[in-house]
T-cell receptor
Framework: ETGVTQTPRHLVMGMTNKKSLKCEQH?????MYWYKQSAKKPLELMFV???????ENNSVPSRFSPECPNSSHLFLHLHTLQPEDSALYLC??????????????FGSGTQLSVL | GEDVEQSLFLSVREGDSSVINCTYT??????LYWYKQEPGAGLQLLTY?????DMKQDQRLTVLLNKKDKHLSLRIADTQTGDSAIYFC???????????FGSGTRLQVQP
């Protein structure tokens, strides 16, 4: 399998549930990202990891907790979410953050619905 | 902060040219990108332009950059139904370590 793979593709959860989103890349990249896509709004950067170290947290609420155990895997742990957190969550990877021309490769996303 | 703005929707007829526009605010942008998102898929890089260029052509795609006005456009010649998708503009500047995206323009191609 190649590219960036996200699981699950769809997730419905209640506000009191705890769930995790998973992302895996097979491109040999060292930087990984979580983006949030909501209708009619700019794609919103959430977290950035470079060589497993978190380099950016874009003022994301603590109910979203990222984890990057190695350069190939990225998780987003979710707990006590709100209905406004319903969105498409996209994972992406790139070679690393030192590249001047940063080309991102995206997964297909997890469509999250919070009831 | 940095902003990237795009119109939300564009409808064209098959065979016509499509022009998708984008404006950005950060004058230190180094690279500007166009990504395409097809239904049920993630974003895919279409093309990019370095900030010291004013035009780049790649088959049916032409990117125009007006750095003075901070305006970027993507022209698709001979638009096909398979071009129907959401097109995102993004910029990278020297100060920020990740791309800033717009809200995307949904292109609808009518037969």
């Amino acid at each position: 399998e190649t590219g960036v793979t996200q699981t699950p593709r769809h997730l419905v959860m209640g506000m009191t549930n705890k769930k995790s989103l998973k992302c895996e890349q097979h491109l040999g990249h060292n930087a990984m990202y979580w983006y949030k896509q909501s209708a009619k709004k700019p794609l919103e950067l959430m977290f950035v990891y470079n060589f497993k170290e978190q380099t950016e947290n874009n003022s994301v609420p603590s109910r979203f907790s990222p984890e990057c155990p190695n350069s190939s895997h990225l998780f987003l742990h979710l707990h006590t979410l709100q209905p406004e957190d319903s969105a498409l969550y996209l994972c992406a990877s790139s070679q690393d953050l030192s590249a001047v021309n940063e080309k991102l490769f995206f997964g297909s996303g997890t469509q999250l619905s919070v009831l | 902060g940095e902003d990237v703005e795009q119109s939300l929707f564009l409808s064209v007829r098959e065979g016509d040219s499509s022009v998708i526009n984008c404006t950005y605010t950060d004058s230190s942008s180094t690279y500007l990108y166009w990504y395409k998102q097809e239904p049920g898929a993630g974003l895919q890089l279409l093309t990019y332009i370095f900030s010291n260029m004013d035009m780049k052509q790649d088959q049916r795609l032409t990117v125009l950059l007006n750095k003075k006005d901070k305006h970027l456009s993507l022209r698709i010649a001979d638009t096909q139904t398979g071009d129907s998708a959401i097109y995102f503009c993004a910029e990278r500047n020297t100060g920020r370590r990740a791309l800033t995206f717009g809200s995307g323009t949904r292109l609808q191609v009518q037969p």
